[in-house]
């Protein structure tokens, strides 16, 4: 009943946040560039919430960092292209923020997994959408961490990483082309996203997901060289992998599906793409996606409700946009902040999960110290669930011996360091976790 009342709360909150954000549209500036400013940086500094930076058709180099709940429109893919320096994400994103209409290019190339990864657009705390975007010769696509967002009718092409890389993002993922990814076309972790209408070819895998539960519905998945599908293996089982697959298209990779089943309305069978070589993912007459979508609608790109004429038929083709800059923006959703996951509430239970992950091996799956490793190494792991030791331990100690590993604390160095593994509030989850659920104690001094 609490939890009920607190996200109706919520709602009525975030339904007066959104009318207060378009009242002040209505009375918001179009910023110019390059006619007013030079630089799209420096429109961006003087806009408000609200404001419109238009940036007309030409080539912009430099990173940029948005403002909250201003948009940023280009005059089309292919038209407007802003080319990041190398040095880090092109585009750092803002709550409320909307990007559309741009070919964004030129990320650096640090990171392959977490919040510093070099992205085209990087959303930190920043629920954004993102539509109608050329996304191309990045590290990353699009790399969003605690930023539930709207991602539409992108090309995500040539990223060395990832082409959209979700992290505590629940997210609408609908109608975009994701190819020639190095690693997975779209990556979920600690997501509940609804992946809907994409069509995914070329990348290492299509979709990979771990600890998420994720909506994958209308796709199609062809091509990719591992796997088309798949889920994470745990040692301590499949913590909160839900996958519900529905109506997909997953024909001609490495593996089809890879720990997880086909749902209803699956289908395995060449998609007879217009040109798969030239990269032209339409389909052609009598291909089995045609109407075979949920509802009769088409799978991939080119279907389902954001389907349009804005995305490209090939990559030789200069715009996406057939439609007016005020149509195409009238065709966008707002994030529904109503339904998303406060992940950062749930603690507890995400840093079970990285436990059940990582830990379990050494610690036991009642982080007892009777993991199935315990008696190959040098010392037994610790107790964990030890109240006595574990309450002389301050949340410090803890974090730095997770972080650094027992050699930096004067323990044994068969106690790793998770440095690589976790980013720092997925360290303190997965000590609330030790601490609600295992030793359930706190720090109560040096007794
Ligand atoms: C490869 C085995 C191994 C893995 C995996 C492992 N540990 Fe350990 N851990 C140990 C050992 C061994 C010790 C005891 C070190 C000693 O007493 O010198 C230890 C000690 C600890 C301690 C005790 C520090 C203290 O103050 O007494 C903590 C906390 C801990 N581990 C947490 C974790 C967490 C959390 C994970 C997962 C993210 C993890 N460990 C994964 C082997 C492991």
Redesign the pocket.
């Known amino acids: 009943m609490k939890g009920v009342l607190r996200s109706r709360f919520f709602a009525a909150f975030a339904a007066v946040f959104f009318i207060f954000v378009i009242v002040s549209a209505a009375s918001a500036a179009t910023i110019k560039v390059p006619s007013e400013y030079k630089s799209v940086q420096a429109a961006i500094d003087h806009a408000v919430a609200g404001d419109t930076v238009l940036v007309a058709p030409g080539n912009y180099t430099g990173d940029l960092v948005l403002k909250e709940n201003i948009v940023l429109q280009g005059a089309g893919a292919g038209t407007t292209t802003i080319t990041g320096t190398g040095g880090g994400s092109v585009i750092e994103g803002a709550r409320g923020a909307v990007i559309e209409g741009f070919t964004i290019t030129g990320s650096g190339r640090k990171g392959t997994i977490g919040v510093t990864m070099d992205a085209a657009v990087s959303g930190n705390n920043a629920p954004m959408t993102i539509a109608n975007n050329r996304i191309t010769g990045n590290n990353t696509g699009i790399k969003l961490y605690y930023s539930p967002s709207n991602v539409i009718n992108n090309e995500i092409t040539v990223s060395v990483s990832y082409g959209i890389y979700l992290l505590y993002s629940d997210s609408l993922v609908e109608n975009n082309i994701i190819t020639k990814s190095g690693s997975h076309g779209i990556y979920n972790s600690y997501s509940n996203p609804e992946i809907i209408n994409n069509t995914l070819a070329g990348n290492f895998t299509g979709i990979f997901s771990e600890i998420s539960r994720v909506i994958v519905k209308n796709n199609i998945v062809a091509d990719n060289t591992v796997g088309g599908i798949r889920w994470a293996e745990f040692l301590g089982g499949q913590y909160r992998a839900e996958p519900v697959l529905s109506y997909n298209l997953v024909w001609g990779n490495g593996e089809n599906y890879i720990n997880v089943e086909p749902g209803k309305g699956d289908v395995s069978k060449d998609p007879l793409f217009e040109d798969l070589k030239k990269g032209d993912y339409h389909l052609k007459n009598g291909s089995p996606a045609a109407k075979a979508g949920e509802g009769g609608t088409d799978m991939g790109a080119f279907g389902g409700q954001y389907a349009q004429a804005s995305l490209p038929a090939s990559p030789k083709e200069k715009s996406f946009a057939k439609l007016s800059l005020k149509e195409r923006l009238e065709t966008l959703k707002e994030p529904d902040y109503m339904t998303q996951t406060d992940w950062r509430k749930d603690a507890v239970a995400y840093g079970k999960g990285?436990?059940q992950g990582?830990?379990v091996?050494?610690?036991g799956p009642q982080g007892r110290?009777d993991?199935l490793?315990a008696d190959t190494?040098?010392?037994?792991?610790?107790d964990?669930s030890d109240k006595a030791?574990?309450s002389t331990?301050t949340d410090d100690?803890?974090f730095k011996?997770?972080k650094n590993g027992?050699a930096s604390?004067?323990?044994?160095e068969?106690?790793?360091s998770?440095n690589i593994?976790?980013n720092d509030k997925e360290i303190m989850n997965?000590?609330q976790y030790?601490r609600a659920e295992i030793c359930k104690c706190e720090y109560e001094g040096v007794k």
């Open positions: 990285d436990f990582h830990c091996p050494c610690h110290g993991g490793l190494l040098d010392v037994r792991p610790r964990l030791i574990m331990r100690m803890l011996v997770i027992g604390m004067g323990f044994s068969s106690m790793m998770f593994q976790f997965v000590i030790i």
